[in-house]
């Protein structure tokens, strides 16, 4: 198996590499998705949550408000860490599941875990290559108002809660410009393809008996 810690801030464009990863070949396990079921109604970290932050932070149905949640945490940096404190261990849980079954089905698997927080989260996993999407502040922020209809001044709080682009860059193996048009993305997606299978298939044949 050939891991890859694939990472990128808020609206950096991360989805769109993972996307094209998938595409290609690879397994996709989403942290963003894992984060989700492991604050499921019922779930420990969900109690933990509420005990924490109380139950205004719940909808109707039992479920995160996730809206409410965030409210309360981007306006306050030990909110988030209390918050994040809570959430990375369960995700890191259910990722190192997720891996294993990854390499069980298929030993040669070139596995892309996407990662929002893995500077900010400390992720441990054996990866044999970081990626990171890259795109400057202006550029996001621009894509968030557009896009998601965010308020500039929101965007800017939920960019600057993130780890800070040079935190980003200084564990990254490989950067890919995401500023640029969707093509050009796409386009060092597929050569960071290439050299993967390459670099996957030589771990393979070291490790053969």
């Not at 070949?25 to 933990?48: C, F, K, S, Y």
């Not at 949640?69 to 994040?84: I, K, M, Q, S, T």
Request: proline share 4%; hydrophobic share 50%; aromatic share 2%.
């Amino acid at each position: 198996m050939y891991l890859i810690g694939l990472t990128g801030g808020i609206a950096s464009g991360k989805s769109t590499v993972a996307r094209r990863l998938a595409e290609l070949g690879a397994v996709h396990i989403d942290a963003d998705q894992l984060a989700r079921v492991a604050v499921e109604p019922g779930t420990a970290a969900i109690d933990q949550i509420v005990d924490r932050f109380g139950p205004t932070v719940l909808g109707p149905d039992g479920g995160l408000d996730r809206a409410a949640l965030g409210a309360v945490v981007f306006a306050d940096p030990a909110a988030l860490a209390r918050l994040n404190a809570i959430v990375h261990p369960a995700v890191r849980s259910l990722s190192n599941q997720l891996i294993r079954e990854a390499a069980t089905r298929d030993p040669d698997a070139v596995v892309v875990y996407d990662v929002p927080l893995l500077v900010e989260a400390a992720v441990d996993h054996p990866f044999d290559l970081i990626v990171v999407a890259h795109a400057d502040e202006t550029t996001r922020v621009g894509r968030m108002v557009q896009l998601r209809g965010m308020a500039e001044a929101e965007a800017l709080r939920r960019i600057r809660s993130q780890a800070s682009d040079t935190e980003r860059l200084a564990i990254a193996d490989v950067v890919i410009d995401t500023a640029g048009s969707l093509s050009q993305t796409l386009a060092q997606a597929d050569d960071l393809w290439l050299r993967v299978r390459a670099a996957a298939n030589e771990k393979s044949v070291r490790g053969a008996p």
